[in-house]
């Protein structure tokens, strides 16, 4: 069974920081794009960050290029997004999802086929 496990959203003052972390486990061998996307009330969802892990391949969203930084470390099958420079727009549920690298290059982070449950991140100006 496919388990992807977010952790570290909380409420914090603009500027500050935060970092998110997305366990992964039963991942089947070809399942190696691990990434991040939020959706805000009202808004459209948003890919903000992936990561292929075989190599370390990472994507960005430009609104958040320069502040949010991602990691894995594939021996504890962790995947991090360390979030520096909050804003109040940054304010949204941040999933985690996995698929493969062809679906990285071809869809959206938020079409990947296996997501976590969500972890709310809250930035007060």
């Known amino acids: 069974e496919v388990q992807l496990v977010e952790s570290g959203g909380g409420l914090v003052q603009a500027g500050e920081s935060l970092r998110l972390s997305c366990s992964a486990s039963?991942?089947?061998?070809?399942?190696?794009?691990i990434g991040w996307f939020r959706q805000a009330p009202g808004k459209e969802r948003e890919g903000v960050s992936c990561?292929?892990?075989?190599?370390?391949?990472?994507r960005y969203a430009d609104s958040v290029k320069g502040r949010f930084t991602i990691s894995s470390d594939n021996a504890k099958n962790t995947v991090y997004l360390q979030m520096n420079g909050l804003k109040p727009e940054d304010t949204a549920v941040y999933y985690c999802?996995?698929?493969?690298?062809?679906?990285?290059?071809?869809?959206?982070?938020?079409?990947?086929?296996?997501r976590g449950q969500g972890t709310q991140v809250t930035v007060s100006s």
């Open positions: 990561i292929r892990t075989s190599d370390g391949t990472t």
């Open positions: 999802a996995a698929d493969t690298v062809l679906a990285m290059n071809i869809i959206e982070i938020y079409e990947f086929q296996y």
């Open positions: 039963g991942l089947p061998n070809d399942v190696d794009a």
